[in-house]
Protein backbone atom coordinates (compact mmCIF):
# COMPACT_ATOMS: atom_id res chain seq x y z
CA UNK A 1 0.00 0.00 0.00
CA UNK A 2 1.61 3.73 -0.99
CA UNK A 3 2.71 5.42 2.05
CA UNK A 4 -0.05 8.26 1.33
CA UNK A 5 -2.58 5.46 1.24
CA UNK A 6 -1.23 4.21 4.89
CA UNK A 7 -1.61 8.22 6.40
CA UNK A 8 -4.69 8.69 4.82
CA UNK A 9 -6.49 5.14 6.41
CA UNK A 10 -4.38 6.28 10.13
CA UNK A 11 -5.84 9.52 10.16
CA UNK A 12 -9.01 8.61 9.62
CA UNK A 13 -9.28 5.24 12.33
CA UNK A 14 -7.90 7.63 14.30
CA UNK A 15 -10.68 9.98 14.17
CA UNK A 16 -13.35 6.92 14.24
CA UNK A 17 -12.28 5.44 16.89
CA UNK A 18 -12.39 9.22 18.75
CA UNK A 19 -16.03 9.30 17.62
CA UNK A 20 -16.60 6.41 18.48
CA UNK A 21 -15.48 6.79 22.33
CA UNK A 22 -17.40 9.56 22.43
CA UNK A 23 -20.70 7.36 22.45
CA UNK A 24 -19.84 5.68 25.57
CA UNK A 25 -21.55 2.68 25.12
CA UNK A 26 -19.19 0.79 22.76
CA UNK A 27 -16.29 -1.49 23.46
CA UNK A 28 -13.65 -0.68 20.51
CA UNK A 29 -11.44 -3.15 18.78
CA UNK A 30 -9.30 -2.07 15.80
CA UNK A 31 -6.50 -3.46 13.77
CA UNK A 32 -3.10 -2.77 13.24
CA UNK A 33 0.00 -3.40 11.09
CA UNK A 34 2.65 -5.15 13.05
CA UNK A 35 5.35 -2.74 11.25
CA UNK A 36 3.55 0.66 12.35
CA UNK A 37 2.78 2.15 15.40
CA UNK A 38 -0.55 2.40 16.40
CA UNK A 39 -0.95 6.01 18.30
CA UNK A 40 -4.92 4.94 19.44
CA UNK A 41 -5.74 5.93 23.16
CA UNK A 42 -6.14 3.95 26.10
CA UNK A 43 -9.29 1.58 26.56
CA UNK A 44 -9.00 0.40 22.70
CA UNK A 45 -8.48 -3.23 22.23
CA UNK A 46 -6.00 -3.51 19.10
CA UNK A 47 -5.40 -6.68 17.13
CA UNK A 48 -1.91 -6.59 15.79
CA UNK A 49 -2.15 -8.27 12.54
CA UNK A 50 1.33 -10.68 11.92
CA UNK A 51 2.87 -10.83 8.78
CA UNK A 52 2.36 -13.87 6.70
CA UNK A 53 -0.64 -14.45 4.86
CA UNK A 54 -2.21 -17.54 6.48
CA UNK A 55 -1.74 -15.78 10.06
CA UNK A 56 -2.88 -12.51 8.90
CA UNK A 57 -6.12 -13.60 7.57
CA UNK A 58 -6.46 -16.33 10.77
CA UNK A 59 -6.12 -13.13 13.30
CA UNK A 60 -8.37 -10.94 10.82
CA UNK A 61 -10.71 -13.98 10.97
CA UNK A 62 -11.02 -13.68 15.19
CA UNK A 63 -10.95 -10.31 15.42
CA UNK A 64 -14.43 -10.33 13.52
CA UNK A 65 -15.94 -13.21 15.38
CA UNK A 66 -15.10 -11.10 18.50
CA UNK A 67 -17.29 -8.29 17.47
CA UNK A 68 -20.80 -7.44 16.93
CA UNK A 69 -20.29 -5.24 14.19
CA UNK A 70 -17.34 -4.42 11.76
CA UNK A 71 -16.25 -1.17 9.87
CA UNK A 72 -13.77 -1.05 7.35
CA UNK A 73 -11.17 1.19 6.72
CA UNK A 74 -9.43 0.05 3.40
CA UNK A 75 -8.91 0.77 -0.42
CA UNK A 76 -11.29 -0.54 -3.20
CA UNK A 77 -7.59 -1.50 -4.66
CA UNK A 78 -7.40 -5.25 -6.15
CA UNK A 79 -10.91 -5.16 -4.73
CA UNK A 80 -9.45 -5.32 -0.62
CA UNK A 81 -12.30 -3.23 0.66
CA UNK A 82 -14.86 -5.67 -1.86
CA UNK A 83 -13.63 -8.58 -0.24
CA UNK A 84 -12.83 -7.36 3.45
CA UNK A 85 -17.08 -6.73 3.25
CA UNK A 86 -17.81 -10.02 2.04
CA UNK A 87 -15.57 -11.73 4.71
CA UNK A 88 -17.22 -9.57 7.28
CA UNK A 89 -20.92 -10.70 5.83
CA UNK A 90 -20.35 -14.47 5.53
CA UNK A 91 -18.97 -14.36 9.29
CA UNK A 92 -22.59 -13.11 10.16
CA UNK A 93 -21.46 -9.57 11.35
CA UNK A 94 -22.98 -6.52 11.41
CA UNK A 95 -21.59 -4.70 8.37
CA UNK A 96 -21.71 -0.64 8.96
CA UNK A 97 -21.00 0.20 5.17
CA UNK A 98 -21.59 -0.60 2.14
CA UNK A 99 -22.16 -4.37 1.60
CA UNK A 100 -19.87 -6.14 -1.28
CA UNK A 101 -22.20 -6.18 -4.46
CA UNK A 102 -22.69 -2.21 -3.77
CA UNK A 103 -19.05 -1.69 -3.48
CA UNK A 104 -18.06 -3.89 -6.87
CA UNK A 105 -20.67 -1.66 -8.27
CA UNK A 106 -19.03 1.55 -7.51
CA UNK A 107 -15.85 0.29 -7.73
CA UNK A 108 -16.07 -0.73 -11.22
CA UNK A 109 -14.93 2.56 -12.62
CA UNK A 110 -15.59 1.22 -15.86
CA UNK A 111 -18.68 0.39 -16.44
CA UNK A 112 -20.17 3.56 -13.38
CA UNK A 113 -20.25 5.69 -16.59
CA UNK A 114 -22.77 3.37 -18.14
CA UNK A 115 -24.67 3.38 -14.69
CA UNK A 116 -24.33 7.07 -14.61
CA UNK A 117 -25.30 7.77 -18.41
CA UNK A 118 -28.66 6.00 -17.85
CA UNK A 119 -29.68 8.61 -15.28
CA UNK A 120 -28.53 11.70 -17.19
CA UNK A 121 -25.72 12.13 -14.94
CA UNK A 122 -22.21 13.86 -16.58
CA UNK A 123 -19.10 11.67 -16.79
CA UNK A 124 -15.74 11.54 -18.45
CA UNK A 125 -15.81 9.52 -21.58
CA UNK A 126 -13.81 6.30 -20.30
CA UNK A 127 -11.95 3.59 -22.17
CA UNK A 128 -10.12 0.36 -20.63
CA UNK A 129 -6.59 0.04 -21.97
CA UNK A 130 -6.29 -3.54 -22.79
CA UNK A 131 -2.80 -3.87 -23.87
CA UNK A 132 0.03 -0.89 -23.98
CA UNK A 133 0.00 -0.83 -27.91
CA UNK A 134 -3.70 -0.13 -27.93
CA UNK A 135 -2.44 3.37 -26.87
CA UNK A 136 -2.71 5.41 -29.97
CA UNK A 137 -5.97 4.32 -31.15
CA UNK A 138 -7.66 3.42 -27.60
CA UNK A 139 -6.79 6.96 -26.43
CA UNK A 140 -10.30 9.27 -25.69
CA UNK A 141 -11.70 11.22 -29.00
CA UNK A 142 -11.10 14.34 -26.41
CA UNK A 143 -7.18 14.50 -27.23
CA UNK A 144 -4.80 15.23 -24.53
CA UNK A 145 -4.35 15.90 -21.95
CA UNK A 146 -5.60 12.33 -20.89
CA UNK A 147 -5.97 11.23 -17.15
CA UNK A 148 -4.42 7.51 -16.50
CA UNK A 149 -5.74 5.78 -13.65
CA UNK A 150 -6.20 1.89 -12.42
CA UNK A 151 -9.14 0.65 -13.05
CA UNK A 152 -10.28 -0.27 -9.05
CA UNK A 153 -8.24 2.27 -6.76
CA UNK A 154 -8.13 4.76 -4.16
CA UNK A 155 -7.34 8.31 -3.59
CA UNK A 156 -5.05 9.49 -5.97
CA UNK A 157 -2.77 6.63 -6.23
CA UNK A 158 -1.23 5.39 -9.96
CA UNK A 159 -3.13 8.67 -11.26
CA UNK A 160 -1.47 10.47 -13.89
CA UNK A 161 -2.23 13.13 -16.05
CA UNK A 162 -0.78 12.34 -19.84
CA UNK A 163 -0.28 15.81 -21.71
CA UNK A 164 1.83 14.40 -24.48
CA UNK A 165 3.65 10.68 -26.05
CA UNK A 166 6.30 10.82 -23.83
CA UNK A 167 4.63 10.68 -21.01
CA UNK A 168 2.51 7.67 -21.73
CA UNK A 169 5.16 4.91 -20.32
CA UNK A 170 5.55 6.16 -16.62
CA UNK A 171 1.68 6.92 -16.38
CA UNK A 172 1.07 3.47 -17.54
CA UNK A 173 3.45 1.53 -15.14
CA UNK A 174 2.30 3.55 -12.19
CA UNK A 175 -1.22 3.23 -12.87
CA UNK A 176 -0.57 -0.98 -13.52
CA UNK A 177 1.61 -0.75 -10.50
CA UNK A 178 -1.33 0.38 -8.47
CA UNK A 179 -4.44 -1.42 -10.18
CA UNK A 180 -3.23 -4.79 -9.12
CA UNK A 181 -5.07 -7.40 -11.44
CA UNK A 182 -7.92 -4.35 -11.99
CA UNK A 183 -6.35 -3.08 -15.29
CA UNK A 184 -5.66 0.63 -16.49
CA UNK A 185 -8.19 3.52 -17.43
CA UNK A 186 -7.96 6.29 -20.06
CA UNK A 187 -9.94 8.97 -19.19
CA UNK A 188 -10.70 12.42 -20.89
CA UNK A 189 -9.65 14.96 -18.78
CA UNK A 190 -12.04 17.93 -17.07
CA UNK A 191 -10.88 20.72 -16.57
CA UNK A 192 -12.65 22.36 -13.40
CA UNK A 193 -12.60 22.53 -9.57
CA UNK A 194 -12.22 19.05 -7.85
CA UNK A 195 -14.84 18.33 -5.14
CA UNK A 196 -16.38 15.66 -3.36
CA UNK A 197 -19.61 15.61 -1.67
CA UNK A 198 -19.95 13.25 1.14
CA UNK A 199 -22.94 11.51 2.25
CA UNK A 200 -24.88 9.53 4.44
CA UNK A 201 -26.66 6.62 3.01
CA UNK A 202 -29.36 3.70 3.98
CA UNK A 203 -29.34 0.93 1.22
CA UNK A 204 -32.14 3.19 -0.90
CA UNK A 205 -31.69 6.81 0.04
CA UNK A 206 -28.86 9.30 0.62
CA UNK A 207 -28.85 12.71 2.43
CA UNK A 208 -25.99 14.94 1.75
CA UNK A 209 -23.71 15.97 4.27
CA UNK A 210 -21.37 18.68 2.79
CA UNK A 211 -19.70 19.37 -0.28
CA UNK A 212 -15.86 19.96 0.08
CA UNK A 213 -12.92 21.12 -2.16
CA UNK A 214 -10.48 18.51 -2.48
CA UNK A 215 -6.78 20.31 -2.61
CA UNK A 216 -4.67 18.34 -5.16
CA UNK A 217 -1.39 18.33 -7.57
CA UNK A 218 -2.07 17.37 -10.98
CA UNK A 219 1.68 17.45 -11.55
CA UNK A 220 2.83 13.88 -12.26
CA UNK A 221 1.34 11.89 -10.55
CA UNK A 222 -1.78 13.24 -9.22
CA UNK A 223 -1.45 13.75 -5.33
CA UNK A 224 -4.13 14.41 -2.76
CA UNK A 225 -3.38 17.23 -0.21
CA UNK A 226 -6.46 17.26 1.99
CA UNK A 227 -9.21 19.54 1.25
CA UNK A 228 -11.61 22.41 2.73
CA UNK A 229 -15.49 21.75 4.07
CA UNK A 230 -18.02 23.33 3.53
CA UNK A 231 -17.34 24.55 0.31
CA UNK A 232 -19.92 27.33 -0.54
CA UNK A 233 -19.02 26.96 -3.99
CA UNK A 234 -22.31 28.63 -6.77
CA UNK A 235 -22.63 25.12 -8.14
CA UNK A 236 -22.86 23.23 -4.63
CA UNK A 237 -26.37 22.86 -4.70
CA UNK A 238 -26.40 21.33 -7.85
CA UNK A 239 -23.20 19.19 -6.82
CA UNK A 240 -25.42 17.48 -3.94
CA UNK A 241 -28.21 16.47 -6.57
CA UNK A 242 -25.70 15.30 -8.78
CA UNK A 243 -24.28 13.13 -6.41
CA UNK A 244 -28.02 12.52 -4.65
CA UNK A 245 -28.44 10.88 -8.41
CA UNK A 246 -25.08 9.06 -8.62
CA UNK A 247 -25.93 7.15 -5.19
CA UNK A 248 -29.17 5.95 -6.91
CA UNK A 249 -26.93 4.17 -9.41
CA UNK A 250 -25.85 2.31 -6.70
CA UNK A 251 -28.46 0.48 -4.49
CA UNK A 252 -26.97 -0.60 -1.32
CA UNK A 253 -24.79 2.41 -0.51
CA UNK A 254 -24.71 2.30 3.31
CA UNK A 255 -22.90 4.56 5.94
CA UNK A 256 -20.86 7.19 5.21
CA UNK A 257 -20.23 7.86 1.34
CA UNK A 258 -18.15 9.71 -1.20
CA UNK A 259 -18.67 11.03 -4.55
CA UNK A 260 -15.83 12.94 -6.17
CA UNK A 261 -17.23 15.60 -8.93
CA UNK A 262 -15.32 18.05 -11.15
CA UNK A 263 -17.19 21.50 -11.26
CA UNK A 264 -16.80 22.95 -14.45
CA UNK A 265 -17.99 26.40 -15.68
CA UNK A 266 -21.61 25.51 -15.74
CA UNK A 267 -22.20 21.52 -14.89
CA UNK A 268 -21.08 19.10 -12.33
CA UNK A 269 -19.27 16.13 -13.33
CA UNK A 270 -19.05 12.95 -11.47
CA UNK A 271 -15.51 11.39 -11.58
CA UNK A 272 -16.19 8.23 -8.88
CA UNK A 273 -18.30 6.82 -5.94
CA UNK A 274 -16.14 5.82 -3.27
CA UNK A 275 -18.51 3.26 -0.98
CA UNK A 276 -16.50 4.08 2.26
CA UNK A 277 -15.80 6.88 4.73
CA UNK A 278 -13.26 9.31 2.85
CA UNK A 279 -10.48 11.57 4.36
CA UNK A 280 -13.54 14.61 4.23
CA UNK A 281 -14.37 12.75 7.24
CA UNK A 282 -11.55 14.55 9.01
CA UNK A 283 -12.64 18.11 7.92
CA UNK A 284 -16.70 17.67 8.49
CA UNK A 285 -16.56 16.19 11.84
CA UNK A 286 -14.65 19.22 13.00
CA UNK A 287 -16.72 21.30 11.50
CA UNK A 288 -20.25 20.25 13.34
CA UNK A 289 -21.31 19.71 16.63
CA UNK A 290 -23.20 16.36 15.79
CA UNK A 291 -21.36 12.76 16.06
CA UNK A 292 -20.73 11.96 12.38
CA UNK A 293 -20.06 8.42 13.49
CA UNK A 294 -22.95 8.15 15.33
CA UNK A 295 -25.64 9.07 12.12
CA UNK A 296 -23.57 7.10 9.97
CA UNK A 297 -24.08 4.07 12.14
CA UNK A 298 -27.73 5.12 12.43
CA UNK A 299 -28.12 5.08 8.52
CA UNK A 300 -26.79 1.20 8.06
CA UNK A 301 -29.75 0.82 10.63
CA UNK A 302 -32.22 1.95 8.32
CA UNK A 303 -32.62 5.45 10.11
CA UNK A 304 -31.43 8.61 8.23
CA UNK A 305 -31.75 11.65 10.30
CA UNK A 306 -31.45 15.44 9.54
CA UNK A 307 -27.88 16.19 9.07
CA UNK A 308 -25.93 18.26 10.80
CA UNK A 309 -25.10 22.21 10.40
CA UNK A 310 -21.65 23.11 9.83
CA UNK A 311 -20.55 25.68 12.12
CA UNK A 312 -17.29 25.68 11.19
CA UNK A 313 -15.53 26.07 7.98
CA UNK A 314 -12.73 23.82 8.01
CA UNK A 315 -9.11 23.40 6.21
CA UNK A 316 -7.62 19.74 6.53
CA UNK A 317 -4.73 17.94 5.29
CA UNK A 318 -4.73 14.67 3.76
CA UNK A 319 -2.70 13.47 7.39
CA UNK A 320 -5.97 14.80 9.63
CA UNK A 321 -3.90 17.89 10.58
CA UNK A 322 -6.83 20.73 10.97
CA UNK A 323 -4.60 23.84 9.06
CA UNK A 324 -7.21 26.06 9.82
CA UNK A 325 -10.90 26.61 11.63
CA UNK A 326 -13.08 29.47 11.50
CA UNK A 327 -16.77 30.23 11.86
CA UNK A 328 -19.04 29.59 9.26
CA UNK A 329 -20.09 32.69 6.93
CA UNK A 330 -23.00 31.58 4.93
CA UNK A 331 -22.45 32.51 1.49
CA UNK A 332 -23.81 35.83 1.18
CA UNK A 333 -23.83 37.11 4.58
CA UNK A 334 -22.70 40.51 5.30
Not at 211 to 239: K, M
Request: include cysteine.
Amino acid sequence: MPASLAREGAAMRAALVADLLSIAHHTIVTTADARSRHGLPHGVEVVTLPAGDRAREAALDRAIDSVDAVWLIAPETDRCLERLADRVTRRRKTLLGSDADAIARASDKAALGRRLAALGISHPETLRLARHVELARAAPKSGYPIVVKPARGAGSSGISLVRHAGEWPRAIRLARQESGRGGVLLQEYIPGTAASVSLIADGRHAQALSVNEQIVAASPPFAYRGGRTPFDHELAPRAVAVALGACRAVPGLRGFVGVDVVLTESDVVVIEINPRLTTAYLGIRAAADDNIAALAMDACAGRLTAVPRLRRSIQFSSSGRIVSCEPRRERGAA
